[in-house]
């Protein structure tokens, strides 16, 4: 009998948030919406410009990118990140979340295999395992698998969605433990500019940086994404790259599926990665909203944990689980996420973006002081 989607995926958690979505907007002076990490500010413009400049692009766009794309990605990356690798080694792709989504499949996982996925995770993890017909398994704790078949190992530092930076020795024990076993390790590093902590031990590392994987990036992938660093979410841009000899398997596969992205992306991409000026603009802005955010919670009441970077504040209320706190914080005209969206983990905190315009973040922290 045929398996139909509805049974071998889970609901739609943001579906679930529905009666606290309409709670919020009851409020007089509308919602405040921290619930998802979506850009609200402007599109750059070095952005916008090689946007329009490349519009006149009727032809297919090429599966591996242009050459200017990879080059200016590999050059992000060796500037920002001390991280070398071949611009062929470069792969673009329609945001990330794609990519996360459908890897599994793509790398030729299947029935009988294991995916790995931290305790705490994007529930896309989950989703692309269960889409390649493979059994996913959320553990923080490797070991414990014991002979499990594992065929591929997520991680993601920066955590979404509690902001946890991995530090460079578990990283590396990761790394380790799955090259032992044949395993392909892929780092979701989406936010890894994104660093709140000045000391250097917690600054976000990438699994490709050398003092992570020894300077050999054998069976390691690293994907990235535009949509924080650049607010390039409505344009669909990331990539992945890392070993040669993955990129080139998912280059095959991609190119017989038609996984392509439009070619004035592909150009808008490549002026955004070549320009560290927005983005440092950019982080700043997120820095002053949380320096205004975290504070109103705990003078509130609620206590942040982790948050070390990323887009998010990892709260929760003493003596609330998630969904008490959801409500609680809906009723202030507050929408946040609930933990638990991203496993049984998180069933006792919420997640609240940084995301939302200054003017709704002012909103939201006159509402928590008048509340406490």
């Known amino acids: 009998m045929r398996t139909r989607p509805s049974e071998r995926l889970p609901g739609f958690p943001w579906d679930r948030l529905a009666e606290a979505k309409a709670a919020a907007a009851a409020h007089p002076d509308g919602t405040v919406d921290l619930s998802v990490g979506t850009p609200v500010d402007p599109v750059p413009e070095v952005v916008q410009q090689a946007l329009a400049a490349h519009a006149n692009t009727p032809g297919y766009p090429t599966t591996h990118g242009t050459a200017a794309l990879r080059e200016a990605a590999a050059g992000w990356l060796r500037r920002r990140h001390g991280v070398t690798v071949d611009p062929e080694a470069v792969l673009p792709t329609v945001g990330s979340k794609e990519?996360?989504?459908?890897?599994?499949?793509?790398?030729?996982?299947?029935?009988?295999?294991?995916?790995?996925?931290?305790?705490?995770?994007?529930?896309?993890?989950?989703?692309?395992?269960?889409?390649?017909?493979?059994?996913?398994?959320?553990?923080?704790?490797?070991?414990?698998?014991?002979?499990?078949?594992?065929?591929?190992?997520?991680?993601?530092?920066?955590?979404?969605?509690?902001?946890?930076?991995?530090?460079?020795?578990?990283?590396?024990?990761?790394?380790?433990?799955?090259?032992?076993?044949?395993?392909?390790?892929?780092?979701?590093?989406?936010?890894?500019?994104?660093?709140?902590?000045?000391?250097?031990?917690?600054?976000?590392?990438?699994?490709?940086?050398?003092?992570?994987?020894?300077?050999?990036?054998?069976?390691?992938?690293?994907?990235?994404?535009?949509?924080?660093?650049?607010?390039l979410a409505g344009y669909r841009a990331g990539f992945v790259t890392g070993d040669p000899a993955l990129i080139a398997e998912l280059l095959g596969v991609r190119k017989h599926a038609g996984m392509m992205l439009p070619a004035p992306v592909q150009a808008a991409m490549a002026a955004a990665l070549a320009d560290d000026r927005h983005a440092d603009e950019q982080k700043a802005r997120y820095a002053r909203r949380r320096a205004l955010l975290r504070p109103a919670l705990?003078?509130?009441?609620?206590?942040?944990?982790?948050?070390?970077?990323?887009?998010?504040?990892?709260?929760?209320?003493?003596?609330?689980?998630a969904w008490q706190s959801v409500t609680a914080l809906a009723d202030l005209g507050i929408l946040v996420a609930p933990g638990d969206f991203y496993g049984p983990a998180g069933a006792r905190h919420v997640r609240v973006a940084i995301t939302a315009t200054d003017e709704r973040v002012a909103a939201g922290v006159k509402r928590l002081a008048d509340a406490g």
Request: charge should be negative; charged fraction near 20%; glycine fraction near 10%.
């Open 99 to 231: 990519l996360v989504a459908w890897l599994p499949t793509l790398l030729g996982v299947g029935p009988g295999d294991t995916v790995v996925h931290p305790e705490l995770a994007y529930p896309t993890y989950d989703v692309g395992a269960r889409l390649a017909g493979a059994d996913p398994v959320a553990t923080d704790g490797l070991l414990a698998l014991g002979p499990a078949p594992v065929r591929l190992v997520w991680l993601n530092s920066p955590s979404n969605p509690s902001g946890r930076v991995l530090p460079v020795d578990h990283l590396r024990k990761v790394v380790a433990w799955a090259r032992e076993r044949g395993a392909v390790v892929a780092s979701d590093e989406c936010y890894i500019e994104l660093g709140w902590e000045s000391d250097p031990a917690r600054r976000p590392r990438s699994v490709l940086d050398p003092e992570v994987c020894g300077g050999s990036h054998d069976g390691l992938l690293a994907v990235h994404s535009l949509s924080k660093r650049s607010n």
């Open 298 to 321: 705990e003078e509130a009441g609620w206590r942040v944990t982790d948050s070390e970077a990323g887009l998010y504040l990892w709260a929760e209320r003493p003596g609330f689980d």
